[in-house]
């Protein structure tokens, strides 16, 4: 039964993967996309390789299996049928917010586009970069070292946090160039990141790249990629299946790297590009194995990390209101810091919980995604949460991956940081015309 659940399930998905993305001329990589590899990936495949016995002889693969030996036949059932009505759930909500609730996109028109001055832009530019390469410079001894030497977290944290301001600016000043030029489903590939501020972001990202944040990087390439699709023209299938590859080599090279070693061979790249499904996989199996799988939770521990976002001066004993679950009972063994997103689903939602907000999920994705073809500023958010869909949000903490990525990067930096643009903008362009007036 269990296999054919996994099949079935899989199945569904390299369907919808053939028929919407194989079977056309151009594809695009959307929501959709990134979250059907995202569920294979981390959600089917450990059952998989469970199932079939692979990898034991790898590290930690005798304990990864004491796991999956612990699970019941019937939590293996109940698991592949929520993963059915998940991807069930989200696949319809889209083809319904497609035929339906964005048919209207009129409605929805904003009335005005805030103005951006690009030089304010770029000034704003140069001062992150600025304080970019002062933390690099305190922390120079950590650079290229990968895992080999121990490093704060905050650091890295840090870093990744300019880089996502730089990115948003990057982003910003594409979106609003687009829109001015009227580029909107022009052929113009990669050439639109031919400018002086994506050149800055990749410099940045290489540095934080070498501290060993390949999905980091990766997860922005998705978010060009998703730009270049889904508000110019698609890429063509020898082109994706190339840029697949070049993203598995890559994973796979820099995970070898990080850990010091230089032997590149199939087995090896194979290893370290799976081990991120199996690694992550452990708090999956941990998790059904014990029995926590509920029908309904209230999401107390997810609310409690937007805490966090208060800055530590405002609330210094903050960490004391958020909860951990731990705090609630639940015991989920992730030796290495990633959470599957499952679990934090089921803990935070349950299983009905879980459906409700993969609705909500799609039906916003689906609005701020056809916003971006009116107004530069929804392109921002969009991209972005793309960029978190495919890794972050299936293996992070709802801490990191939510509150963090999505809401705080993904929704609140592009808008304080228009706003704040665009506040500066109005108020130097109407100096202008003030003196201007006085001078004629």
């Known amino acids: 039964m269990v296999n054919i659940l996994l099949l079935i399930n899989l199945l569904l998905c390299f369907y919808i993967l053939i028929k919407k993305y194989l079977l056309v001329k151009k594809v695009k990589l959307d929501h959709v996309f990134l979250f059907i590899i995202g569920f294979i990936f981390y959600w089917l495949l450990p059952i998989a390789i469970g199932e079939n016995n692979l990898f034991h002889h790898y590290p930690m693969m005798n304990t990864w299996y004491n796991y999956y030996q612990n699970i019941s036949e019937e939590n293996k059932v109940y698991y592949l049928l929520t993963c059915s009505a998940v991807i069930v759930t989200f696949l319809i909500s889209d083809y319904l917010c497609n035929k339906s609730l964005i048919k209207n996109l009129k409605y929805y028109k904003s009335k005005t586009e805030l103005y951006v001055s690009r030089k304010i832009l770029s000034f704003f530019l140069y001062f992150t970069f600025l304080i970019y390469v002062l933390y690099l410079l305190k922390i120079k001894d950590k650079l290229f070292t990968g895992y080999t030497l121990e490093y704060s977290i905050d650091d890295r944290g840090f870093l990744i946090g300019l880089s996502y301001v730089i990115l948003a600016i990057c982003f910003i000043y594409t979106t609003k160039n687009d829109l001015d030029k009227n580029f909107i489903n022009r052929s113009l590939g990669l050439k639109i990141f031919y400018n002086k501020y994506f050149f800055i972001y990749f410099i940045s990202s290489l540095f934080i790249l070498s501290l060993g944040t390949r999905l980091y990087f990766i997860s922005s390439v998705f978010m060009l990629l998703s730009y270049i699709t889904t508000y110019h023209s698609g890429l063509s299938k020898g082109k994706l299946f190339f840029s697949i590859i070049v993203l598995i080599l890559f994973m796979s090279i820099v995970g070898i790297l990080r850990f010091g070693?230089?032997?590149?061979?199939?087995?090896?790249?194979?290893?370290?590009?799976?081990?991120?499904?199996?690694?992550?996989?452990?708090?999956?199996?941990?998790?059904?194995?014990?029995?926590?799988?509920?029908?309904?939770?209230?999401?107390?521990?997810?609310?409690?990390?937007?805490?966090?976002?208060?800055?530590?001066?405002?609330?210094?004993?903050?960490?004391?209101?958020?909860?951990?679950?731990?705090?609630?009972?639940?015991?989920?063994?992730?030796?290495?810091?990633?959470?599957?997103?499952?679990?934090?689903?089921?803990?935070?939602?349950?299983?009905?919980?879980?459906?409700?907000?993969?609705?909500?999920?799609?039906?916003?994705?689906?609005i701020v995604k056809n916003l971006g073809q009116l107004n530069s500023f929804y392109r921002v958010i969009y991209v972005f949460i793309n960029g978190a869909i495919p890794f972050s949000f299936f293996r992070d903490p709802f801490s990191i991956s939510i509150v963090k990525l999505i809401f705080q990067y993904s929704l609140l930096l592009p808008v304080i940081l228009v706003l704040i643009v665009h506040v500066i903008s109005i108020v130097l362009l109407k100096n202008r015309v003030i003196n201007i007036s006085l001078k004629g």
């Open 261 to 366: 070693s230089t032997e590149f061979s199939f087995e090896n790249i194979m290893y370290v590009f799976l081990g991120e499904s199996l690694y992550t996989g452990f708090s999956l199996l941990s998790f059904i194995a014990l029995d926590f799988l509920s029908i309904i939770n209230l999401p107390t521990s997810l609310f409690s990390q937007f805490i966090n976002l208060i800055p530590t001066f405002l609330l210094p004993n903050k960490l004391e209101y958020i909860i951990d679950f731990n705090d609630m009972g639940y015991h989920i063994y992730a030796p290495l810091g990633a959470l599957n997103s499952f679990v934090s689903l089921n803990i935070n939602f349950g299983i009905l919980g879980t459906i409700c907000f993969i609705i909500v999920f799609v039906i916003l994705l689906n």
